[in-house]
């Protein structure tokens, strides 16, 4: 989006947010709804900005829901986004294994929501340049998207591209270029030449 959609989008979340504070309790769905809005626009050009809100709705659904809710994971999520935008792995680890245990608890064996968190977790320890971690956590990824989808979805093929990178970044070049045709397998609904 340009600067200018975000200005606008900016506006008309903080009207809506002035709207709802005037109709409903200060610990309500949708002014947290409202604050996690206002973190989205704000992740993409204020990552300061982006946590307050992000925090502001996370605490509003622990006042509601309590600790191991889908929107306490989902808040948690956020948060971990942003902590690995301003380079605070530390935390952002945290909130992705938050989020992660929520999720566990929410979904017994493999779902989506588990291994785009792992997928995470490894783009954050990469980002610290441990890819040993890196490469565990895309491979949990992995399986659980292979389990949840099958062989063909294109979170699956993210995933196999990353591990792809690494497996180039490390020399590996013959296991990086199978990866990247495992992508391309997985990614292309009726494509399935190895």
Known sequence: LATGKYSQAEAQLKMALAIRENLVTENSELIAASYNDLGLVYSSTDANKALHHYEKALNI???????????IAIANTNIGFVYRTL???GDA?????????IWEKIHEGAHPTKGFIHFNLGQTYLKMGNEKAADEFYQKALKMYRESYGKKHP??????NAIGNLKLSSGHFDDAIEYFQHAIISNVSD???A
């Open 155 to 160: 979170g699956i093929a993210t995933v196999l």
């Open 61 to 71: 659904y622990q006042t509601i829901h309590g600790e191991d809710h889908p929107k």
């Open 93 to 101: 680890i945290i909130n992705f294994e938050s989020a992660l245990s």
């Open 191 to 193: 494509f399935n030449d």
């Open 87 to 89: 380079e605070f792995y």
